[in-house]
C-alpha cells in the first residue's frame, strides 16, 4: 500500500558477513527486469512511493563474505501490486493578507 514501509529480512550462512549489498526494483509485470528504486539501495527498508502504485516490487540480495567474497545474488518479488494509499492532505495554508476591501 503506498505510503507503508517494506522491510526485507534473509538467512545468510558462510563465514563472518561483510557488506552484502541490496536493492529494491518495480516491475511492470513478473516478467519485467525491473528498475531500481535509487533512494532504497542499500537499505533493507523502502517506503513505498506514488510512483510504486500498480506496480510490483522486489528485494535483491548479494551476499557478501568479511573478506571480500561475494555470494550469488537472490530475488524476492511481492505478491501483489501496489495499491493506492488513501488520500489525504499532508500540508494546507491560506495565503493572502487578512486585510478588508
Known amino acids: 500500500l503506498e505510503g507503508e514501509t517494506l522491510t526485507a529480512s ?5 563465514g563472518h558477513e561483510g557488506c552484502s549489498q ?3 526494483y518495480l516491475h511492470e509485470n513478473e516478467n519485467d527486469p525491473g528498475v531500481p528504486i ?3 539501495a542499500g ?3 523502502y517506503q513505498i512511493s506514488k ?3 500498480n506496480k510490483l516490487v522486489s528485494f535483491r540480495c548479494t551476499p557478501a563474505r568479511n573478506d571480500g567474497v561475494m555470494g550469488e545474488a ?7 501490486r501496489v495499491r493506492p494509499g488513501s488520500p489525504k492532505l499532508i500540508s494546507m495554508q ?4 487578512a486585510i478588508e476591501g
Open 51 to 53: 510512483q510504486a502504485v
Open 22 to 24: 541490496y536493492s529494491w
Open 43 to 45: 537499505l533493507l527498508h
Open 38 to 40: 535509487s533512494e532504497a
Open 10 to 14: 534473509y538467512g545468510y550462512i558462510g
Open 74 to 80: 537472490r530475488t524476492t518479488m511481492g505478491q501483489e
Open 94 to 97: 491560506v495565503l493572502g493578507s
